[in-house]
């Protein structure tokens, strides 16, 4: 089975990054294929094009439906991003706006109206912040991203949620053990999925 694995930080070093090296290393351990897209080292351009939007004749640019072929086949897609400002990074809701829209994500019906082109797929996403995760919880962040984000993506593009893994209190005065923990609840969550 093969794994989209999407990330976004710009730090080649941060706990995110490690996050999907560890979810890949997980997934290729059970057998599967893990392709990882790191979205600043690729230099994934997030800026959507006006000759980008959906509309008769529009045509995505080429850079996207590179990315298309690349992960058109994942049967898993997993979201690994920080939370800034309590919302994904901008090159990730880039990365959707682009790659995820009319013709891959979802098709038109005749009449009016959406189609989703990804049934059968799953998705789980894994976020960070600095806030613990009940400050997230009490200040509504939580169950926003989870309508906004989660939600919204894998209704309109049919994909079956997996859950979303949040870790909390994430930051440079992060000790190794809380590091080695956190990274075995993702491998552990990757072995619940296969």
């Known amino acids: 089975m093969k794994h989209a694995v999407i990330v976004a930080h710009p730090n080649p070093d941060s706990f995110t990054l490690a996050v999907a090296e560890t979810y890949c290393e ?14 600043y080292r690729m230099g994934f351009d997030p800026c959507l094009k006006a000759s980008e939007i959906p509309r008769p004749g529009f045509s995505p640019a080429d850079d996207v439906k590179a990315e298309r072929a ?30 995820f829209t009319m013709g891959f994500g979802y098709g038109p019906i005749a009449g009016g109206g959406n189609q989703p082109l990804l049934l059968d797929r799953k998705m789980i996403s ?10 997230l919880e009490e200040e509504g962040t939580w169950n926003a991203i ?21 870790f909390g209190g994430v930051g440079p005065e992060m000790s190794e053990a809380a590091v080695a923990q956190n990274l075995q609840q993702v491998r552990d969550t990757v072995a619940r999925l296969s």
């Open 26 to 39: 997980a997934v290729r351990q059970k057998g599967g294929e893990a392709v990882l897209r790191d979205l």
């Open 126 to 135: 894994f976020t960070s912040s600095g806030a613990p995760a009940a400050w």
């Open 146 to 166: 989870r309508t906004l984000f989660d939600s919204h993506v894998a209704r309109v593009c049919g994909l079956q949620g997996l859950g979303h893994v949040h």
């Open 70 to 99: 690349t992960v058109g086949d994942a049967a898993v897609f997993a979201f690994v991003y920080p939370l800034w400002f309590n919302a994904p990074p901008a090159m990730l809701k880039g990365y959707v706006d682009r790659v």
